[in-house]
């Protein structure tokens, strides 16, 4: 809450009331969703211009609504208790629940921090440097910034990040998508929902938009910057416009591939392999862009996806947890560290097979969605819990819309595999 009135304080008198108060409460969305665009993601929706064109740029417009409407739950949730996602499990359900959610996530987010590092060892190639050391350094830099014993600065951090993932739009403008297929082939086109490979990517796509860490990092966040029940208009507005950017950022990755390498029925590998390609067609501008925006997004989304780890149990175990605390928060520092540290080493193994990997993690963060969707809709509905800020039809509709979705595409996608083993 000090750091609230202290940027309050800052502004005073150079600006409006509501816009001190917004500007005040603004980062866990702003970071949370650019966070979701992260080197995991930005694969996916290259991979998905580059194989099917503009198809998908419905999918990643329709997502709008869903990821807020889920994000927008946790808000209330911190804002209201005053308590972690974990925490709140923990406290109101038992720790067989909570390692249920934890285990959960635990899993799916190893894996998706190494989709980061794969991300800055491909971006690290795009500008013609060794990946080894450029991982190693990445790392380094996660590493001292949990040392600053400051939220307001570890945010700061962030939103830098969140700046650079800005770079993705230049790239797609480079690419000089006719707004005409956009609209006619992609918004308003035929879906081929009879491949099996379109429906992969469908699964794939709401994986990498509405990710299980999220409502863990971001209830967290709203709890350690200090956020209150009257900052919940401010907070909501936060998490619309980084929706909406998030969300402006995938389609322009779609676009830009599929202005360039569909077009030229060009198949890539990744994201990095991606800005290689369509360099030569655009412009080494595009590329380097292209490429400046994807580190961004694998840093954040490694900082995002570490801290969300040693937050979650942190809370669940009831050990120091915040930001603040410095040295104090040993063991949460410790888990942290060991994320990013784990993630790195697997990266720097020889020959790993990163690129599949990615698009995998990608298929299975959807797939386990539905649990943590459930844990959240448990919650949100507890008048134990949230009181009189229980959720409306709307919220419910929609969130047990999305992990129906989900749980049909994963019988699906499993019938389909030993169908063709």
Not at 2 to 14: D, H, P
Not at 194 to 215: E, F, K, Q, R, T
Request: proline share 4%; with cysteine.
């Amino acid at each position: 809450m000090a750091l609230i009135e202290a940027t309050r304080r800052a502004w005073e008198g150079r600006l409006p009331s509501w816009l001190l108060r917004f500007l005040a409460v603004v980062g866990p969305g702003l970071i949370v969703m650019f966070a979701d665009t992260e080197a995991g993601s930005v694969t996916t929706a290259a991979t998905s211009g580059a194989q099917f064109g503009y198809k998908l740029v419905l999918l990643q417009l329709l997502l709008i609504v869903p990821l807020y409407v889920i994000q927008e739950m946790t808000v209330r949730l911190g804002t209201v208790t005053g308590k972690g996602h974990a925490r709140l499990i923990r406290d109101h359900y038992g720790l067989g629940w909570a390692w249920v959610s934890l285990g959960t996530m635990l899993v799916a987010n190893v894996a998706t921090l190494v989709t980061e590092f794969a991300g800055i060892a491909g971006a690290a190639q795009i500008f013609g440097l060794a990946p080894q050391p450029f991982v190693v350094l990445a790392a380094l830099t996660l590493g001292v910034v949990i040392f600053t014993a400051s939220y307001k600065r570890v945010e700061i951090f962030a939103l830098a990040l969140c700046a650079i993932e800005l770079l993705f739009f230049p790239a797609a403008f480079a690419a000089r998508a006719p707004l005409h297929d956009i609209v006619t082939k992609g918004i308003l086109g035929a879906q081929p929902l009879g491949n099996h490979a379109y429906l992969l990517l469908i699964a794939s796509n709401i994986g990498a938009v509405i990710m299980p860490w999220m409502i863990f990092y971001q209830q967290s966040a709203v709890i350690d910057k200090g956020l209150k029940k009257k900052d919940i208009p401010y907070a909501r507005v936060d998490t619309a416009i980084g929706s909406v950017l998030t969300q402006g950022i995938m389609c322009a990755i779609v676009v830009t591939t599929a202005a360039t390498l569909f077009a030229r029925h060009i198949a890539i590998s990744d994201a990095a392999h991606a800005a290689i390609a369509f360099e030569p067609l655009v412009g080494h501008f595009a590329g380097v862009t292209f490429a400046a925006g994807l580190v961004g997004a694998s840093m954040l989304g490694a900082f995002a996806v570490s801290l969300a780890t040693a937050w979650a149990f942190g809370e669940a175990f009831y050990w120091r947890c915040s930001l603040n605390d410095g040295l104090k928060a040993k063991r949460f520092i410790g888990l942290y560290l060991a994320c990013v540290l784990l993630a790195t080493a697997v990266v720097l193994i020889p020959h790993l097979p990163l690129i599949q990997m990615t698009v995998d993690v990608e298929a299975f963060n959807g797939f386990v969605l539905p649990i943590v969707l459930g844990f959240l809709l448990v919650l949100i509905n507890d008048p134990r819990v949230i009181g009189e800020r229980r959720n409306r039809l709307f919220g419910n509709a929609m969130t047990l819309g999305v992990s129906v979705v989900m749980v049909v595409l994963g019988i699906w996608m499993t019938v389909m595999t030993f169908a063709h083993a």
